[in-house]
């Protein structure tokens, strides 16, 4: 649960020049310098040392946790690689369509009155058509994409009436929907800070991973869901 350095710039050295010591310059009569030169380890093309790194390093916090007072260059930050926050998103399959012969996706998260509401579709993306009866299978996820404590319901919600579960039979190219949402306010109880949603189209079918983004609607209590309906025709 989530709760909430470089290309060195080519250090040139550089021999001072030694005077001859009065001896030499005695015995020998000859002047003896040794010079040197100084140089850069640069890119190619480029004429001048690259910057010196930042000393501060990588550091990664929500941006509402941030550490009192900021540390500064001089602190031992967390020893974690710079990565974006949360699981990456499912890639789309090659050739755009999965074994199965169905693809889900997931829209834009809309809000209303501290109210988050997102459409799910299923999508027959083979040559053969496909049967569907009930509901999406839906989880929440952490930011290392491990399954947050979030309850996940069939029914209906503030943002969309559920019709319950119905037998349809999608041809190739047509597409079911289902709504999901939740409530994002302190006011809706015990709320969860998650990072993702997976979404399969039934439970034990290849599920997908979507990133949810922006603060506002990460916070979540139970998830509310409706069961896939096929679009007019």
């Excluded at 480029?46 to 550091?59: D, H, K, R």
Aim: hydrophobic share 35%.
């Amino acid at each position: 649960m989530s709760v909430r350095g470089a290309a060195g710039a080519g250090t040139g050295t550089r021999t001072g020049r030694r005077r001859p010591s009065a001896a030499v310059l005695l015995a020998g009569g000859l002047g003896l310098s040794l010079s040197g030169c100084a140089g850069f380890l640069v890119p190619a093309g480029e004429g001048e040392p690259v910057p010196a790194p930042t000393p501060s390093g990588s550091y990664l916090v929500h941006a509402d946790k941030l550490p009192t007072p900021f540390p500064s260059s001089s602190a031992v930050l967390p020893d974690r690689p710079p990565a974006a926050r949360g699981p990456a998103p499912t890639p789309t399959p090659r050739g755009g369509c999965p074994s199965s012969g169905v693809v889900v996706g997931m829209g834009e998260v809309e809000a209303a009155l501290g109210h988050r509401a997102v459409g799910l579709t299923l999508t027959n993306c083979g040559g053969k058509p496909y049967r569907v009866h009930g509901y999406p299978s839906v989880r929440a996820l952490d930011e290392a994409g491990d399954p947050l404590p979030v309850p996940v319901n069939p029914g209906s919600s503030y943002m969309g009436t559920d019709r319950g579960p119905q037998e349809i039979v999608l041809k190739p190219g047509r597409t079911a929907r289902s709504l999901l949402a939740w409530v994002s306010t302190p006011t809706g109880g015990d709320l969860v800070e998650g990072d993702a949603l997976e979404i399969a189209p039934a439970p034990g079918l290849e599920a997908r991973t979507f990133p949810l983004k922006g603060s506002d609607v990460r916070l979540l209590d139970e998830l509310n869901m409706t069961a896939w309906r096929a679009d007019p025709v």
